[in-house]
């Protein structure tokens, strides 16, 4: 491939137009993955991150600024791009329930050029590779979700792609589903080091796990770029809590103007119910002593301290400390995967 970007942005806008005013998903993004960079886009829900995919799969166009994929770009080489590349969203249901998974993979094996033998036999080393041999006779309506998203991950590398787009590829998924993903995706990189991937996520330690560098969005704009741990560094310096409260019935934001409290934001586990209501609250501090306080302020507001401890900085806390928000507080429900990614 030429020696260029794998993928650069610069000013790049889309505005959607809708009243009662228009909505700008994108606004002002400058963005440059190098060749064979395992990328991440971290955001919740809303932040601008499927529009962005969208522009660089030449799905949509831009409002305003460029985008190109290694050097093609998407307004006026859309041909050249979409040989090079591939993509896999979560929940994507593409294609027909009564095939068979081989047949559904064949069929899409000619929709990417392949040859008749050469389609049979790329698409019998995918369904080896990604685990479906004792389903690649059984119709797609029957596959369990997990099972259909590894289908799908076998039809986004049927065309060998050279730039592999990867929008919330684990969303819905349960945790044993969700891991088997991931190893999937690591195992395909690992094998071809040379490629690139650009992947979307709203949970934390997925981002974390996978991905080299990271971008942070939020509302159509890049807030911070950096591997996950120049990220955590720019909260090393202050104290962060994570306290179980029990009845903390007027929210985080009654904390937030106490002396030394940088930041509050309450993060509910997104895959159960918190037992007795009890909630986690993240604190960031200027320094230890002003946890005494917000456990006084906590007291008078009738709340039960149930569990305290304190953490090393994760790329929630960055958030928390560049937008003054956590992901949950937009509904994206962060948190209750971050525990199982992390096993």
């Known amino acids: 491939m030429p020696s260029v970007p794998a993928i650069e942005t610069r000013g790049l806008r889309r505005v959607y137009k809708t009243k009662p005013k228009p909505i700008v998903a994108l606004d002002g993004i400058d963005l440059e993955v190098a060749p064979g960079e395992f990328f991440g886009l971290l955001g919740p829900n809303g932040a601008g991150k499927t529009t962005l995919i969208k522009i660089l799969t030449t799905l949509l166009l831009p409002t305003t600024g460029t985008a190109r994929v290694f050097g093609f770009d998407v307004a006026r080489e859309t041909r050249q791009i979409r040989r ?21 993979l064949w069929m899409f094996s000619q929709f990417y050029g392949l040859g008749t033998r050469e389609g049979w036999q790329r698409v019998d080393e995918l369904i080896e590779a990604v685990g479906l041999d004792e389903q690649r006779n059984q119709k797609v309506s029957s596959l369990s979700t997990g099972q259909r998203q590894k289908m799908n991950f076998a039809r986004g590398l049927l065309n060998d792609p050279w730039v592999f787009f990867l929008d919330e590829p684990t969303l819905g998924l349960d945790v044993s589903a969700a891991r088997s993903v991931r190893e999937l995706v690591r195992t395909w990189k690992d094998a071809l080091p040379g490629r690139t991937i650009l992947l979307t996520t709203h949970y934390m330690a997925e981002a974390e796990e996978l991905c080299e560098r990271i971008a ?25 809590f994570r306290l179980e409260v029990d009845r903390l019935e007027r929210g985080a934001g009654a904390l937030a103007g106490l002396p030394g409290v940088v930041s509050a934001s309450t993060a509910t586990d ?9 909630q986690t609250l993240n604190l960031i501090l200027d320094n230890d002593t002003a946890l005494g306080g917000v456990v ?17 900085p994760s790329l929630e ?26 096993r």
């Open 84 to 104: 090079l590349m591939n993509i896999v969203a979560g929940g994507e249901q593409s294609g027909y329930g009564l095939l068979q998974v081989r047949e559904q």
């Open 216 to 240: 942070i969005v939020d509302h159509g704009r890049i807030l911070a770029i950096g591997t996950p741990d120049e990220l955590k560094h720019r909260v090393q310096s202050e104290s962060i």
């Open 270 to 278: 997104g895959t159960t119910p918190a037992p007795d209501g009890v």
């Open 296 to 312: 006084t302020a906590l007291g008078s507001m009738g709340a039960q301290i149930v569990a305290l401890r304190k953490s090393e």
């Open 317 to 342: 806390d960055v958030f928390v400390e560049l937008v003054g928000r956590g992901f949950d507080e937009d509904g994206a429900g962060s948190n209750g995967h971050h525990e199982a990614v992390a």
